[in-house]
């Protein structure tokens, strides 16, 4: 009897150790090239700073699962946002992430808080490995906790809004000069006013308006990437909201920490021209 039971242990302790193993192989993020996986932009989901790309946040491959978390600020001449995210990522096919960005108009004692939720799924294609794009669908609900300055501005919701996305994603090995080049094409409709944060739709138009943003990066080794993005948006409100431009650096030691720096070039924002300055984020995987 004795004997028997201890035959039945072994096999206990065996099928758990396996089903640990397992676990652990399903849950370790290390199944992407290096810096394949993007960035986190300013709205928490996958991409560059301030573009959602195809590509899902996090180094899973199709078997395993993974999490990270990223903190941002940009602070330009009138106005300073600050972000905090989290995201998900299970099987390289879906992500969810949640992100809380806080804007503060300098001097005025005027803080504005927005909530966003984000899904993403992968359509089709690798970014590395096929001829064609990777491409996702996603989405981006927005919620304001106090929407008084949307209202005052003239936005018809000052509440919440969804932005909806296509977006395609590629990276060309040794494209130009050896170097490694990587470009996006996203497709946005949306009716947010300055992300959201000026709530949604507004005297000039309260329809969803598509939207067209690009990234365009120079791999310069498996580390660093330099490039530029560019993010159209639309004037709902008569403010002359200006479409963005940014210069970015990433600095990416290892899959499990980035750095980026940029040069944010942002324009008038709620009536004030000239808002340009710096935006750095950190993002790291937590597994």
Known sequence: MRILQKRTLQRA???????????????????????????????GSGGGGIVPWATISGY???DQISAGATVTRVDVSDFRLSMLGASLSLYDKVELSIAQQRF?????GVDIKQNIVGL?????????????????????????????VAGAVGAKNNSSGTDFYVAATKVHLGAIAGYNAVWNL??????ANEMGILGFGGVENNDYQVML?????????????VGLEYRQKPDNLGLGEDDWMDYFISYIPSKDFNLTLAWAKLGTIAGAPGQDGLYLSLNGQLW
Do not use: C, N
């Not at 396996?18 to 300013?42: H, Y």
């Not at 503060?104 to 005025?108: F, L």
């Not at 996203?186 to 009716?191: C, E, G, Q, S, V």
């Open 60 to 62: 899973d491959s199709r």
């Open 186 to 191: 996203t497709a946005r409709a949306t009716k």
């Open 13 to 43: 302790l065996g099928t758990a150790v396996l089903a640990v193993s397992m676990m652990g192989q399903a849950w370790a993020a290390d199944g992407k090239l290096i810096a394949t996986a993007g960035l986190t932009q300013v709205e």
């Open 213 to 225: 943003e690009a990234s365009a990066g120079i791999l310069f080794s498996r580390h660093l990437a």
């Open 104 to 108: 503060e108009i300098k001097g005025a």
């Open 120 to 148: 993403k799924y992968r359509l089709y294609g690798d970014v590395v490995y096929d001829t064609w794009p990777q491409v996702s669908v996603g989405l981006q609900h927005k919620k304001l906790e106090d929407g008084d």
